[in-house]
């Protein structure tokens, strides 16, 4: 499906245009007259790759006058970033926006404004804009470089304002951003999907798959390293497929060894990698750069072969076992992750127990589990025999009680063993960081140790989190 012609512009956003001088003038006139900035709040829903999406949009509105704020009420302008993967993300939304209705009452001069994936459909920027008419703009995945013209319009134009692009070939490289932690980054290495899951609404919304040049995405990382940050997290919606549209012959395993070699930098986590596309230089890179963790998110879905193709994932339940034993045999204390879905059109019970029993092969170190969500334009969702709520609920509770205890047996082996664990949040003395093996670790320490790697003895384990004391 990837176009290898396919030509990707790389750019530069434009900061120096008439309407943006203009806003950010206004906002400093307004910090001139009232003593305080204009605050904004972003509501982000979904993946890693929204929750950078929305450290952008915060960049672009610092890079104008605006600051932020936690509380919603409080806010001039209030953003949205919506997610379409499932049904019940889509339906939050739309809750929540019923919400800020009343909030706008209050303060009519707050701005509402609407962006991310669901804003990629035009049947659903339609009923945004019937059913939440006080919603001032709509701007999308492609156009968030836009967002300072469209509050020029909504703002001092007083018009809707709506910037959408449904597919692009532009990158745009240098946008600020204003990242939620200082020593762990999300970097983006490739935009959109070509892989065309049947259930999938990424390839709709996020367009075709765009790598970034290795050069910016280095470029990136060596900045953040000099600022003080010591984890990365490689995005892609399938970074094994990195560089494959590329003119530089560069893969996935290439730029984790560029990366490797970043001072600075002490940990490479990257997500998501797809099954059919995991090579065996890449296990090799693993394995041979000390900064990449040993962790791989390796969505599964399901593991009967007939659901599989049908899912058109492009592999099978064996290749799926032997890619596992591959990873094992090589980097011994490698944790596997995964994503399943239960309740595919047409998913029988004998498939279904191939899902337990590829659960029970593989032995997860722990799963994100879903119910088969039907998304408008997918291939799935014409598909015949859709299956009941009430069968697809009791095979999800079924699944779990598969899987939980075998997380918590693995998280067993953890018990009295020492893991350095970069720390990320404190909450009264209490640090949470996670291990290179992805697990979460609470324990006791003060608060200058976040941002710090520290070794950590496990003295207590649960299915979601682990416990530990920090050693001298
Ligand atoms: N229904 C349920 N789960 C889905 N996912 C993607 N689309 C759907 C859907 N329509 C899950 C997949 C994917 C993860 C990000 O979300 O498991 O790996
Ligand atoms: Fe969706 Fe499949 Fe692309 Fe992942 S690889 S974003 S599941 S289409």
Do not use: W
């Given at each position: 499906m990837t176009d290898k012609n396919y030509e990707i512009i790389s750019e530069d956003i434009r900061t120096d245009s008439d309407k943006i001088i203009e806003l950010k003038n206004c906002n400093e006139q307004f910090f001139i007259m009232e003593g305080r900035r204009k605050k904004y709040h972003i509501l982000t829903y979904g993946c890693q790759m929204n929750e950078h999406d929305s450290e952008k949009i915060a960049g672009m509105l610092t890079s104008v006058g605006y600051e932020e704020t936690d509380d919603e009420k409080q806010a001039d302008l209030v953003i949205f970033n919506t997610c379409l993967i499932r049904e019940n993300a889509e339906l939050r939304v739309f809750g929540k926006l019923g919400e800020v209705k009343g909030l706008k009452r209050n303060n009519p001069h707050m701005l509402v404004a609407v962006c991310g994936c669901m804003m990629q459909r035009q049947e659903i920027r339609e009923k945004v804009l019937k059913k939440f008419s006080f919603v001032d703009i709509i701007f999308g995945t492609n156009t968030i470089h836009e967002l300072p013209m469209l509050i020029y319009d909504a703002e001092i134009n007083k018009r809707k304002s709506v910037g959408i692009v449904d597919d692009t070939k532009s990158i745009y490289e240098n946008m600020p951003k204003r990242r939620k932690f200082k020593h762990k980054a999300l970097v983006n290495i490739t935009y959109g999907c070509d892989n065309f899951c049947t259930y999938c609404v990424v390839p709709y919304v996020r367009g075709r798959e765009k790598s970034r040049e290795p050069d910016d995405i280095i470029r990136e990382i060596k900045a953040l390293a000099e600022d003080g940050c010591k984890e990365v997290t490689l995005l892609g919606q399938n970074v094994n497929s990195y560089g494959r549209n590329l003119d530089k012959k560069v893969t996935f395993a290439d730029l984790l060894y560029q990366i490797n070699k970043i001072d600075g930098i002490e940990r490479i986590r990257f997500m998501t990698s797809h099954p059919k596309d995991l090579t065996d230089d890449l296990i090799t890179a693993i394995k041979e750069c000390g900064k990449v963790c040993r962790h791989v998110h390796l969505p599964v879905q399901a593991g009967s072969n007939e659901v599989l193709r049908r899912m058109n994932r492009k592999y099978t339940k064996e290749h799926y076992l032997s890619l596992v034993e591959k990873l094992r045999k090589d980097l011994p204390d490698i944790a596997i992750t995964t994503d399943i879905i239960v309740?595919?059109?047409?998913?029988?019970?004998?498939?279904?127990?191939?899902?337990?029993?590829?659960?029970?092969?593989?032995?997860?170190?722990?799963?994100?589990?879903?119910?088969?969500?039907?998304?408008?334009?997918?291939?799935?969702?014409?598909?015949?025999?859709?299956?009941?709520?009430?069968?697809?609920?009791?095979?999800?509770?079924?699944?779990?009680?598969?899987?939980?205890?075998?997380?918590?047996?693995?998280?067993?082996?953890?018990?009295?063993?020492?893991?350095?664990?970069?720390?990320?949040?404190?909450?009264?003395?209490?640090?949470?960081?996670?291990?290179?093996?992805?697990?979460?670790?609470?324990?006791?320490?003060?608060?200058?140790?976040?941002?710090?790697?520290?070794?950590?003895?496990?003295?207590?384990?649960?299915?979601?989190?682990?416990?530990?004391?920090?050693?001298e």
């Open positions: 309740g595919f059109p047409g998913e029988t019970e004998e498939d279904f127990l191939e899902t337990i029993d590829m659960v029970k092969k593989v032995r997860f170190d722990s799963a994100f589990t879903f119910l088969y969500s039907m998304r408008e334009g997918t291939a799935a969702a014409k598909m015949e025999n859709q299956i009941p709520d009430d069968v697809k609920h009791k095979r999800f509770d079924r699944l779990l009680e598969v899987l939980y205890p075998i997380v918590l047996e693995k998280n067993k082996e953890c018990l009295g063993k020492v893991f350095p664990v970069l720390v990320e949040t404190v909450e009264n003395n209490r640090l949470t960081g996670r291990t290179e093996h992805f697990r979460l670790v609470h324990f006791k320490g003060s608060r200058d140790l976040v941002g710090e790697i520290v070794n950590v003895r496990i003295t207590k384990v649960k299915t979601f989190h682990m416990e530990g004391e920090i050693l």
